[in-house]
Nanobody, 121 residues
Framework: QVQLVESGGGLVQAGGSLRLSCAVS????????MGWYRQAPGKQRELVAV???????NYAESVKGRFTISRDNAKNTVDLQMNSLAPEDTAVYYC???????????????WGQGTQVTVSS
């Protein structure tokens, strides 16, 4: 079984920082794009940032200049450094991984269970 386990969420004051981490475990052959999405109460899930295997990054306009995504291909991990947090960043954050399981030729997107980030004003 493939699992994505997130950590690092919590409560922070506006202007503060948090670092989210996500580790992929299980029988994994290849991991392509990894990323972070978020979903605030009453809103649709939205993309925050993605990073390709080669390191190409894309960010939502709302987080550019404040958030930084990074990955470690050897460890199958993806991190999200969040600085200058604002109350509107409050949401459940989910990591994703587009991968092939060992022995499979098909690609699937896996999701973590989500971690709560709450920013107080």
């Amino acid at each position: 079984q493939v699992q994505l386990v997130e950590s690092g969420g919590g409560l922070v004051q506006a202007g503060g920082s948090l670092r989210l981490s996500c580790a992929v475990s299980g029988s994994v052959s290849t991991i392509n794009t990894m990323g972070w999405y978020r979903q605030a109460p009453g809103k649709q899930r939205e993309l925050v940032a993605v990073i390709s295997r080669s390191g190409d990054m894309n960010y939502a306009e709302s987080v550019k200049g404040r958030f930084t995504i990074s990955r470690d291909n050897a460890k199958n991990t993806v991190d999200l450094q969040m600085n200058s947090l604002a109350p509107e960043d409050t949401a459940v954050y989910y990591c994703t991984s587009d991968l092939r399981k060992g022995g499979s030729i098909s690609w699937f997107r896996y999701w973590g269970q989500g971690t709560q980030v709450t920013v107080s004003s």
